[in-house]
């Protein structure tokens, strides 16, 4: 798990497409999906320097596309994936996906998002 810069594939398609949007006066939100960190440092995998590195490579990429962005990979500990591949535990005692869901919810609605980009296209005309 080597990381990424700025100038990976990826992260131009994702620079690109929020350009687009931010341009139109769209806000566009992109977040870091919660990854399990204990597990792969638990098996070797984990290197923090690469992945600080790729985070900071996603985080200026949006940014600097006009983006908002928003940081998740290190939200949830172990007990909150059900496997090995980094699948959210869906059951009686964990929600994952809820939990993220209303972290990603309660940050739209603080920073007023819904209806902008129809408020922006009835200004326009």
Do not use: C, W
Not at 27 to 35: A, C, G, K, Q, R
């Amino acid at each position: 798990l080597e990381g990424i810069d700025t100038d990976h594939a990826t992260l131009r398609f994702i620079a690109a497409a929020v350009h687009v949007f931010s341009d139109a006066g769209i806000p566009t939100l992109v977040y870091l999906n919660p990854i399990n960190l204990e597990h792969l440092d638990a098996v070797g995998v984990l290197d923090k320097s690469a992945l600080e590195r790729s985070v900071e490579a996603y985080r200026s990429s949006v940014l600097d596309s006009g983006g908002l962005f928003l940081d998740y990979h290190d939200i949830f500990p172990d007990s909150h994936f059900s496997d090995m591949a980094g699948h959210f535990r869906r059951d009686d005692e964990i929600e994952a996906h809820a939990l993220l869901a209303e972290k990603i919810a309660a940050f739209i609605s603080e920073k007023k998002l819904l209806g902008r980009e129809r408020l922006i296209r009835e200004e326009k005309n």
